[in-house]
């Protein structure tokens, strides 16, 4: 039944990719119309979809860094320690 | 009223003891009885608060029962977990692996409850040296070295611990096991915080967590990742909260955990990481010290144990069937196991903390606490793990292992399946569970030890908040993600030190001291015993030469003075003998008379 599922989802990716960005959509223009007074800081209140901003941000940022980190010598071949 | 007590522990402890006796058809009831009458006692005993099991050992009063509200949701947890952890290992026969992990559990039930330092190094100890076991139970090499560092570090650590409370019974005189003076720390304060902070893998002391769970049996690994680190987090709270290092400490803690679960290759170390980062959250609960952060700290705990516990099932389910463990040996599995992706899936949903499952609701708690402290640059810290949580564990993880390139061998996707039914059954447990606590609330929030934190997680705000984070962390994942896909490496770590600074001594006993050492017996050899041949010649020859020719001379010399007096004096006449002796006597006669 999951594999059905999967696969049928899977041959109309263009699809499952639409309603993807429709929630997204949908997700930002709701969080523009929620009370934001119990918000931290001005920039919650001031910049519509800063959450949104913050995630794709926060994403790109650790997967620059975990990039940047693994290539500066961090990651070493796999046999490094022998066990 | 009196209770009668039974330590939770003490039913684990018998219970291990016997289970190599049980045998047949008894055995699986036997291993499901036995947890879940733990988990009665615990329960019973949440009902009655007190003090328990003191004993009187030499000059100090042990602690075996303290049951209060912080004891009762860790004891609640850590039963349940055994419950679900020894249905997940019941197709498993080696008996042994049984018992380390019941006595591991008996370590942890006994640590929560403990009231004093000894009884909690007792456990700490038990902890420690049951878990070493279920490393080694996996039976290669690999885990026989991994075995061996865990044990050596969690050994440092206890010795810390040691240290640190035999301090602080010279400096105070109590050993019982409270909350620390954290406003004004003694060198005792730190000792006991970082012997605690080791077993909850707070950097610098936290390589030995990915490194030896990732090497522990399948089973093994399910309960190592519910039992050490969450004690731990429970004993800080015990004893160091409101300690501010800790606000530091656990922000480096989840930030460094997530980077390096970003670039692993293993799964269950990657995983492994994954805790280092979650138990990060609760040490920073722990480390701002309000009402609503200890909360939080306890929640998280609670939540976490089921959703790491069932992700760590899923990727042992995957080990179990497949006998591989590294993402680039893995790859489109959901044809072959639907099930385990679904249980996947819900671990990674909780652990990002989506709405209406576990992790929503206790993350939130402790983020919420850094914003009402006015921390913002750790409640800031925090959201971006989460984000970073949700990228590694409820996106990339189940990518690569279920859907993403195929890397399987031929050999591996024959044997993928979906695991047995009792493996099927604890994570349909656990899923539950995790489900169960996201939608409703107060059955974890009735549990937590602080009644005057009040925290509700379902507003409007914050749930758009958190889909906004969830919906474009997903949106960047999905557009950035040929920059995380696996590679077969290994990511270097402070265990660097301890590792290459092992085989650096080993290198120098090899070398340099095996030199000397060499060099010294040669030396020896070669001079000291020629030397000493010389030395014995000559004094041989002295003692022939010498000693002996003056004694033999000595003796030579009075026999022949001997012979002349005997030609002289002695002649044969009588007379003239007299007249000498008698002329001689008066000699010596006259000579005494007159001087």
Redesign the interface.
Same mark, same amino acid.
């Given at each position: 039944? %999951?594999?059905n599922l999967?696969d049928y989802l899977h041959e109309r990716l263009q699809y499952v990719a639409y309603s993807?960005y429709l929630?997204?959509a949908i997700? *930002?223009v !709701? &969080?523009m119309t *929620?009370?934001?007074s119990?918000?931290?800081?001005w920039a919650e209140k001031m910049i519509p979809? =800063? !959450?949104?901003? =913050? +995630?794709?941000s &926060?994403?790109? %940022? *650790?997967?620059?860094?975990?990039?940047w #980190?693994?290539n500066s +010598?961090?990651?070493?071949?796999?046999d #490094? #320690?022998d066990? | 009223m009196t209770i009668s007590f039974v330590h939770p522990a003490l039913i684990m402890i018998v219970g291990a003891c016997l289970l190599p006796l049980v045998r047949g058809p008894f055995r699986k009831p036997y291993m499901f009885l036995v947890p879940l009458v733990t988990f009665i006692d615990v329960i019973y005993l949440s009902q009655h608060a007190g003090i328990y099991g003191i004993f009187q050992f030499m000059n100090w009063e042990l602690t075996f029962g303290r049951v209060d509200r912080l004891s009762m949701i860790f004891g609640f947890i850590m039963a349940l977990m055994a419950i679900i952890g020894t249905l997940y290992g019941m197709h498993v026969e080696d008996e042994w692996q049984h018992v380390a992990a019941w006595f591991y559990v008996a370590g942890s039930l006994g640590a929560i409850y403990a009231g004093d330092y000894i009884t909690l190094f007792l456990f700490w100890e038990m902890m420690a040296f049951a878990s070493t076991f279920l490393i080694w139970a996996r039976k290669d090499e690999e885990a026989l070295a991994a075995g061996y560092r865990y044990i050596l570090v969690h050994t440092f650590g206890g010795v810390v611990l040691l240290l640190g409370f035999v301090l602080r019974y010279q400096a105070t005189g109590s050993l019982s096991f409270d909350q620390l003076n954290v406003s004004s720390p003694e060198l005792y304060t730190w000792l006991i915080m970082a012997g605690l902070m080791l077993n909850a893998a707070v950097p610098p002391l936290h390589s030995w967590l990915p490194d030896a769970y990732s090497k522990a049996t399948a089973i093994g690994a399910v309960f190592m990742c519910a039992f050490t680190t969450k004690t731990a987090v429970y004993t800080l709270i015990r004893s160091c909260s409101g300690f501010e290092v800790l606000i530091y400490l656990g922000v480096i803690m989840a930030i460094y955990g997530i980077i390096y679960a970003l670039m692993e290759n293993d799964v269950r170390k990657l995983l492994g990481w994954e805790i280092v980062s979650q138990v990060g959250f609760m040490v920073v609960g722990v480390g701002i010290g309000t009402s609503l952060a200890i909360n939080g700290a306890c929640a998280h705990a609670f939540a976490h144990i089921l959703y790491k516990g069932l992700l760590f099932m899923a990727a042992g389910a995957i080990l179990t069937a497949t006998g591989k463990q590294k993402l680039t040996q893995l790859g489109g599995l959901y044809k072959k196991m639907p099930s385990t992706l679904v249980f996947m899936l819900i671990g990674g949903l909780a652990v990002s903390g989506l709405p209406l499952m576990s992790g929503f609701i206790s993350k939130s708690m402790i983020i919420t606490a850094a914003f009402e402290a006015h921390l913002l640059w750790a409640a800031f810290a925090l959201l971006f793990v989460s984000a970073g949580t949700f990228l590694a564990a409820g996106l990339r993880l189940p990518y690569l292992i279920f859907f993403g390139t195929n890397n399987c061998s031929e050999e591996t996707w024959e044997k993928a399946e979906d695991p047995s039914w009792n493996m099927q059954f604890a994570m349909t447990l656990a899923g539950f569970l995790c489900i169960f606590l996201g939608c409703y609330t107060p059955f974890l929030y009735d549990m937590l030890p602080n009644t005057d934190a009040v925290f509700h997680p379902y507003t409007a705000y914050h749930l758009s908040e958190t889909l906004q984070v969830m919906a474009f962390t997903a949106f960047g994942f999905f557009m950035l993600r040929r920059y995380v896909m696996p590679k077969e490496t290994t990511s270097l770590d402070i265990d660097w030190f301890y590792r290459m600074g092992g085989r650096a001594f080993l290198w120098i006993v090899n070398n340099p001291l095996q030199w000397l050492d060499n060099a010294v017996g040669s030396f020896y050899k070669s001079v000291a015993i020629n030397c000493l041949m010389v030395t014995s010649a000559f004094s041989s020859w002295f003692d022939w030469n010498g000693i002996d020719g003056i004694v033999d001379g000595t003796a030579r010399c009075v026999r022949s003075i001997g012979r002349r007096v005997s030609i002289v004096l002695q002649r044969g006449q009588i007379q003239q003998t007299i007249y000498l002796t008698v002329s001689f006597a008066a000699v010596l006669l006259v000579a005494y008379v007159w001087l």
């Open positions: 039944m %999951i594999v999967i993807c929630a997204m997700i *930002v !709701w &969080s *929620v009370d934001t119990h918000a931290h800081t979809g =800063f !959450w949104g901003l =913050f +995630g794709l &926060s994403c790109a %940022i *650790v997967i620059m860094i975990a990039k #980190y693994g +010598g961090i990651q070493a071949r796999e #490094y #320690y066990n | -």
